[in-house]
């Protein structure tokens, strides 16, 4: 079995497109399963407790039962997941975002099947979660599993992890498109050709899978809705918008503020607390029955105007507080379709109020309430892209694209004015993981050198090592590479984890080093920027590089992996924090600039303690032939030398006057 594995595994990665592709759509095909499979438990389990628990057993009870059910559902929810898989607890989509930032992509196998079971009983017995999140880590799961029992790389586990969510989202919702941008916008957030593609084949898929199950009609039906005073309403939506984003990130708050008063508490044990957010979640219940589960009829209701204002007013503030209890508690379920209820209910409220306010000039409250669906998601997640994706996906009324539109992105504008997370990186955040956008990152990344990341080469061999000898060198190291040099010590090729799998695949134990190695090597010169280095990974589709210098292209110096660029920009990033926070006391503008020393300048042969820079400004770091150093008092500068100095606003033209405004090199961050 293993010796058929390693020959797969071997063809993907020697035709990553067509055996990615294959494997893409698998995952889609698995995860769409995985979805109707998942989406029956809830309706069994929610028929259990609803129909024979409640309306049977307790009978007696009358609408007290109501109490019971939801700590009922969510009894064994803490015990399943503290016993087989404590990342089933929450709402699944942050924990998949750490594995692919810090865990190359590998989700454990069995948290498929503790997040479907213990999701199944807190949704089923009325706990406030959704199915996004669940089935996301659901498909993500399956899709890691192969990548692992496969032995791909960490690119493509990744990538077959993103296939197996938009495969779950696609599924649920009838929405391919929306799935593969949900996997790209939210998970991988690397918009390339390659992700596109291989996503959306496992989005359809997936989608094909679970229409011969449930049919392709909306999942949301609605009437069609149309823009009564294009003027009037548009400025309508954009403050709908305004105050959906908001809301979404008032939710997250309270979330995260019920998790932190959850984890607080002396008692009970852990293994207890779903319980009593479930209690909570039924006392909540007594005043509103809509606030169990998904609450489907509350929205259908709303989304055809034929809600109360008041109802959903109340509905919305329910809704926000049993959804709080529910994950916070260490339930299990996701926080999408939650999310969209409470913004189903603000975009009837305020619907409700301009229908009033402008009787035959508004549309009716439902189409307001279908955009708050997607300007609170919005809000929330700052997905924009999906957000309106999924709602045109989810309704199949595409005649309102200009409000939700509009809506979405002042929604999102007002996120991040509101919050620098979201209601999926902030869990990350709190574990000390920083998600942060690509672009901040690309400034870095054209600062520091191949040089600043390098690491020591560790493995390294002759041409005529046996392929055995090689196998046992590698054993103990994490990342696969050994690098083959010829009798002057050159770089003769490198040996990966694709190399061994075909010399093991066919048996070539014998062949040497030089036999089995590729040649067709990239290499990154130490003084290259990282981000130059990163994109020749990526065009070569390595996670490694040996590491020369340019007048000796052929002698390695060390080894760049992305793990080394990953920790040294992580590293960069605290400093640079570090000092814009020592800074943040005297000035609300702090900044990062990056400048040359000229020769005779001020700076030019003195030591940094001599350097007399101005109160407010700060050195970081200093780069001398193409390395960067942490500075000292000590330190002397240089003609030449590149340095960072993190600076207020105040300090900003003494600092120029030291160093000449127009000195080359200098750019600002």
């Known amino acids: 079995m293993r010796k058929a594995l390693n020959l797969i595994s071997a063809r993907v990665e020697q035709s990553p497109t067509g055996g990615l592709m294959v494997l893409a759509a698998l995952v889609g095909a698995v995860a769409g399963l995985g979805a109707v499979g998942f989406a029956a438990l809830i309706d069994a389990l929610g028929w259990f407790f609803f129909d024979v628990v409640k309306d049977d057993w307790l009978s007696g009870l009358g609408r007290w039962s109501l109490i019971l059910i939801p700590a009922l559902g969510m009894l064994p929810v803490g015990w399943i997941t503290l016993k087989f898989a404590r990342e089933a607890r929450g709402h699944g989509v942050p924990e998949v975002m750490l594995a692919i930032e810090t865990g190359g992509g590998r989700i454990r196998p069995r948290v498929a ?32 599993t192969v990548g692992q029992v496969l ?35 939210v998970l991988l957030r690397r918009f390339t050709t390659r ?59 309270v979330l995260y503020w019920a998790e932190d008063r959850f984890n607080e508490l002396p008692f009970p044990p852990l293994v207890l607390m779903p319980v009593v957010g479930g209690l909570s979640v039924g006392v909540l ?61 603000i975009g009837g409220v305020f619907g409700g109020a301009a229908n009033r306010l402008l009787p035959g000039l508004t549309a009716a409250s439902g189409a307001y309430a279908t955009v708050g669906m997607a300007a609170m998601f919005a809000g929330a997640a700052r997905a924009p892209v999906t957000s309106v994706l999924i709602i045109f996906e989810m309704t199949r009324d595409y005649s309102i694209v200009l409000p939700v539109m509009t809506a979405v992105a002042i929604a999102t504008l007002v996120s991040h004015m509101l919050s620098e997370g979201t209601i999926y990186t902030i869990k990350l955040a709190r574990r000390g993981i920083e998600i942060q956008d690509e672009q901040p ?42 690098l083959v040099l010829d009798e002057q010590g050159d770089l003769h090729g490198v040996i990966t984890h694709v190399d061994l799998n075909n010399a093991i695949a066919e048996g070539n134990y014998e062949k040497t080093a030089s036999n089995v190695c590729t040649t067709d090597i990239a290499t990154a010169f130490q003084d290259e920027t990282l981000l130059q280095a990163l994109t020749r990974m990526s065009e070569y589709d390595v996670h490694a590089l040996p ?30 924090e570090s000092a814009a926070t020592q800074l943040a006391v005297l000035d609300s503008e702090v900044r990062s600039v990056d400048l040359r020393i000229r020769a005779g300048s001020q700076l030019d042969g003195k030591l940094l303690s001599e350097s007399r820079l101005p109160d407010g400004a700060i ?23 590149e340095v960072t100095v993190v600076l207020t606003e105040t300090a900003m033209d003494e600092v120029q006057t030291i160093f000449g405004v127009n000195s080359p090199g200098t750019s600002i961050e």
């Open 441 to 482: 990152a690309l400034g870095v990344m054209q600062t520091l050198r191949v040089a600043d990341a390098m690491s020591e080469t560790t493995v390294t061999t002759s041409r005529e090592t046996p392929v055995a000898e090689v196998i046992e060198m590698l054993r103990d190291q994490s990342e696969i590479l050994a």
């Open 285 to 345: 219940a007594l005043f509103d029955q809509d606030v169990l589960g998904l609450s489907e009829d509350a929205m259908d209701a709303a989304l055809n105007g034929n809600s109360a204002i008041r109802a959903m007013a109340l509905l919305f503030i329910f809704k926000l507080l049993a959804t709080a209890l529910t994950i916070g508690s260490g339930g299990s379920g996701g926080v999408f379709r939650p999310t969209l209820t409470m913004g189903a209910m």
């Open 151 to 185: 032995s791909l790389s960490e690119q493509h586990t990744k990538l077959l992890l993103a296939c197996g969510a938009a495969g779950g989202i696609a599924a649920t919702f009838n929405a391919p498109i929306a799935g593969m941008f949900f996997a790209v916008e």
């Open 547 to 576: 590491v020369v210098r340019r007048g000796v292209p052929k002698r390695p110096i060390g080894i760049l992996r992305r793990s080394d660029v990953t920790r040294t920009y992580r590293d960069e990033m605290k400093l640079r």
């Open 113 to 144: 099947a503790a997040k479907s079971i213990a999701s199944a009983l807190t949704i089923g017995g009325g706990g406030s979660a959704g199915k996004v999140g669940p089935i996301v880590q659901i498909g993500s799961a399956f899709g890691s």
């Open 619 to 641: 050195l970081v770091t200093v780069r001398h032939d193409g390395v960067t150093q942490i500075p000292h008092g000590t330190t002397r500068l240089q003609a030449g030398d």
């Open 195 to 253: 992700n596109f593609s291989m996503v959306l084949l496992a989005s359809v898929v997936a989608t094909m899978v679970a229409t011969a199950f449930h049919g392709s009609e909306a999942v949301i039906p609605i009437p069609e809705y149309r823009l009564q005073s294009p003027f009037i309403e548009i400025p309508l939506y954009a403050l709908l918008g305004g105050i959906s984003g908001a809301s979404g990130i008032a939710f997250t708050r």
